[in-house]
């Protein structure tokens, strides 16, 4: 499966955007999906996954109730709302796919990765 992010830009503290990732590929749905970003000078981090179904998300402490994760399978694209940014939730966020049988949060669980999309908030 090949993926491409979409929707980062520029925004101020306590606004929302929300990031797109289509996947291309007829097996999409038997993937569970995962949003993951990097900020300058520290390591990618996870933030936030979705089972192929859709009835099953975790987050990363830091982002629980302000993200949402979600899914259309028949658009073959992932969404993440993010609400109430913050200035450190600023980084690269990247879409990523991984044929586990569970929500994974692990890096090296994810071997799909797409292109990341920036997202910069403004205090």
């Known amino acids: 499966v090949q993926l491409q992010a979409s929707g980062g830009g520029l925004v101020q503290a306590g606004g929302s955007l929300r990031l797109s990732c289509a996947a291309s590929g007829r097996t999409f749905s038997r993937y569970v999906m995962g949003w993951f970003r990097q900020a300058p000078g520290k390591e990618r981090e996870f933030v936030a996954a979705i089972s192929w179904s859709g009835g099953s998300t975790y987050y990363t402490d830091s982002v629980k109730g302000r993200f949402t994760i979600s899914r259309d399978n028949a658009k073959n694209t992932i969404y993440l709302q993010m609400n109430n940014l913050e200035p450190e939730d600023t980084a690269v966020y990247s879409c990523?796919?991984?044929?586990?049988?569970?929500?994974?949060?692990?890096?090296?669980?994810?071997?799909?990765w797409g292109q990341g999309t920036q997202v910069t908030v403004s205090s």
């Open positions: 990523a796919g991984t044929r586990s049988s569970r929500v994974a949060a692990q890096i090296s669980e994810y071997g799909y």
